[in-house]
């Protein structure tokens, strides 16, 4: 469902593991209990401007994003009205952020910042929140990632790499947390391996949470994710994925299934999912102009009686 990929050079970031999976599983469907609509325009110069309305049971939301890309920089500004309910009062919120980042990967060896700016803090009307990051390249067989997130509520740093070659990488990630209220830090280690080949997609990554009782993240335990997906053809137009997570402190695990169709002509494009909690959701994307697409997205939950959400979007582009 998305537009031919420049062939890779270089091993995957570690947070690009299972990028395909998650892209085919996930990206494009209505959110769980949620009602949306969504607006968005593009413009010859690089802009472009969304607006979205959603409600769920916890109340509703508006927010407006923009985003402009030239040459190597992106600056992307967004603004979210919400409105939570409770048993008895309504409570208003609402928060902008602004992202600044280098749109182009070079070469290696080279470096891609991006700063994003947040505002309010949760909970502290009068804080800012930034967030850095730095991907690296400092080899055509190595790519390093460091991350800092700095709200006054617990702040997290991590970094990650990654070698191989654009067909198998190996990757690891440590990331330190500083909760503000419990004190004291929590430590999360990620390992996997990415295989990228023409016909198939597959990670597996490993997760493991070292914290103390009490502080947060304790509950959260040792995950094992394995995702795999399979193309059908040269092109793409048709592939089936599966990702299976499973904790393992208490054995529980998840499991979602799905696939995906794109026309010949790229003008209309099918996808669908089913998890292992009974939850069905289909997507379905047709180019109505030459610029002009609909996105049409539902939700049903075979374990209620109630019918299927529905969600809608329309992206109008600019001519060619």
Not at 216 to 233: C, F, P, Q, R, T
Request: charged share 25%; with cysteine.
């Amino acid at each position: 469902m998305e537009k031919k990929k420049t062939p890779r050079t270089r091993p995957l970031f570690f947070q690009e593991f299972g990028q395909e999976a998650r892209d085919l599983l996930r990206k494009g469907y209505l959110r769980q209990n949620r009602k949306l609509i969504k607006v968005s325009t593009c413009s010859t110069d690089g802009l472009t401007i969304e607006s979205s309305l959603f409600e769920n049971r916890s109340g509703s939301a508006s927010a407006i994003r923009a985003v402009y890309d030239e040459k190597d920089k992106s600056i992307a500004a967004h603004f979210r009205s919400t409105r939570l309910k409770d048993v008895d009062h309504m409570f208003d919120d609402s928060e902008i952020s602004v992202r600044v980042a280098k749109a182009r990967e070079s070469p290696p060896p080279s470096a891609r910042p991006e700063i994003s700016l947040y505002y309010p803090e949760y909970q502290d009307s009068g804080t800012f929140v930034t967030n850095l990051k730095l991907w690296c390249l400092p080899h055509r067989n190595a790519a390093v990632t460091f991350f800092a997130d700095m709200p006054k509520i617990c702040r997290k740093y991590s970094m990650s790499a990654s070698i191989g070659t654009p067909g198998i990488a190996f990757g690891m990630q440590g990331m330190l947390g500083l909760p503000f209220i419990s004190g004291g830090h929590f430590t999360v280690w990620d390992a996997g391996i990415q295989v990228t080949k023409s016909a198939c997609d597959a990670s597996i990554t490993l997760r493991l949470c070292c914290t103390k009782k009490g502080q947060i993240g304790y509950n959260k335990g040792h995950w094992l994710e394995a995702s795999y997906v399979h193309y059908m053809d040269e092109a793409k137009k048709i592939s089936a994925g599966v990702k299976m997570t499973l904790n393992l402190r208490t054995g529980r695990g998840r499991s979602t299934i799905g696939g995906s169709w794109v026309g010949e002509d790229d003008r209309t494009a099918v996808k669908a999912r089913f998890d292992n909690r009974g939850i069905l959701k289909a997507l379905l994307r047709h180019d109505i102009h030459d610029n002009a697409r609909l996105s049409i997205s539902s939700e049903y939950d075979v374990g209620e009686a109630s019918g299927p959400r529905f969600g809608l979007a329309l992206v109008l582009k600019p001519k060619n």
